[in-house]
């Protein structure tokens, strides 16, 4: 299959082609279309064969649940059971925006898109390529990252080209996401909402809005019997071509210890990555180092995290260290994408005081 490859503008939208991707979508087919957060891989969602389509192009486990784009609020009471009050003024305080919500679903929504799960996960994008695709694919898309499962997710519509070129008809590319990680998840079926996946929305921004809120206390073991209720939640994500391990410590020990590891790897004939900071780049004289950001504007690690993994993988680097984000205001969502993509490898600099990153 060829893809069909459409550059678009958010500000100046060709509603042709808006028009030729909405038909796609209604047939059946793919479509991959940026979204604020990062590139999506849509379908129709209330159509079980186009959902099923996602998981195979993907080579996504079947139950791990797609999360359902909406274009209206008024659409969302027609896919659920119930609408309870907390997902009112969540819609109300953060859509169109990249906050999911998990609620009970009803018939009008298959197993197929949900992951075989009585809930089903909703967000209203705010990217306006997106929100014109939702409505011209009938108002319902199920939409996965647009990335081979398990793959770091495409902020660039390079990085879909990368993974999906001959295996949908067609990628709006509208140039670099505005964010750069993937929505927060918040499950509104449980007795206290909980956070199953951070993200942009902290838990405390949904704390202010809708009262007590927990996180999940853990990622769901890969060998559990558990059914995921959000994406992300069972399955290694986010992952480079490299072995990555992440480093916990002070600045300078950190950096030391990657320089001493990096050496060793450098010396045995391996190829050595490092992420850095714009604050401690200069620290590191072993391998191929990349700045990831300025921990002053951590903006730019998050919209950066996702690239930076897939130019290692353009490199060819053989192991990656990195630094801890512990201590950002966005530490939970970065942490959060950055111990998946490492496999939960994370080692101590040794350092015996001082403060972390």
Same mark, same amino acid.
């Given at each position: 299959?060829?893809?069909? $490859? ?47 389509? !996602? ?5 996504? &486990?079947?139950?791990? &649940?797609?999360? $359902? ?52 996960? !909703? ?20 939409? &996965? ?49 909980? @956070? ?16 007590? $809120?927990?996180?999940? &206390?853990?990622? @769901? ?25 992440? $480093? ?110």
């Amino acid at each position: 299959m060829k893809m069909v $490859v459409k550059k678009i503008n958010e500000d100046s939208i060709d509603f042709a082609v808006i028009e030729q991707a909405g038909h796609i979508l209604q047939a059946g087919g793919l479509v991959a279309f940026p979204t604020e957060t990062v590139y999506g891989l849509g379908a129709d969602a209330l159509q079980p064969e186009a959902s099923k389509k !996602i998981y195979a192009v993907k080579g996504r &486990p079947s139950d791990n &649940p797609l999360i $359902v784009h909406i274009c209206c609020m008024e659409d969302m009471k027609k896919i659920v059971l119930q609408l309870p009050r907390e997902a009112e003024l969540l819609a109300h305080a953060f859509w169109p925006g990249p906050l999911t919500m998990i609620l009970e679903k009803n018939d009008n929504v298959p197993y197929e898109t949900t992951g075989g799960m009585d809930t089903v996960a !909703i967000r209203m994008p705010s990217n306006k390529i997106a929100l014109a695709l939702i409505r011209a694919g009938g108002g319902y898309i199920a939409a &996965p990252s647009a990335n081979t499962s398990g793959r770091p997710s495409p902020t660039l519509a390079e990085h879909v080209y990368e993974d999906m070129k001959d295996k949908i008809p067609m990628l709006l590319d509208g140039g670099a996401v505005g964010i750069g990680i993937e929505s927060t998840i918040v499950d509104l079926t449980e007795s206290v909402p909980m @956070i199953l996946r951070p993200g942009f929305i902290s838990m405390k921004m949904i704390a202010d809005v809708i009262g007590t $809120v927990r996180m999940d &206390p853990g990622i @769901i073991d890969a060998g559990s019997a558990l059914k995921p209720k959000a994406p992300g939640m069972k399955y290694r994500h986010y992952a480079p071509k490299a072995n990555l391990i992440l $480093v916990e410590g002070a600045p300078e020990h950190v950096a030391a210890k990657i320089n001493k590891l990096a050496a060793a790897h450098i010396k045995a004939g391996k190829k050595v990555g490092v992420i850095g900071t714009e604050e401690t780049i200069g620290y590191y004289g072993q391998g191929a180092v990349l700045c990831i950001g300025g921990r002053q504007e951590e903006e730019t690690i998050v919209h950066n995290l996702y690239k930076i993994l897939r130019e290692f993988d353009r490199l060819g680097v053989d192991i990656i260290y990195s630094e801890c984000f512990f201590t950002l205001q966005s530490g939970e969502a970065v942490m959060n994408r950055l111990l998946k993509a490492a496999g939960h490898q994370v080692i101590s600099a040794g350092n015996s005081g001082g403060d972390s990153f």
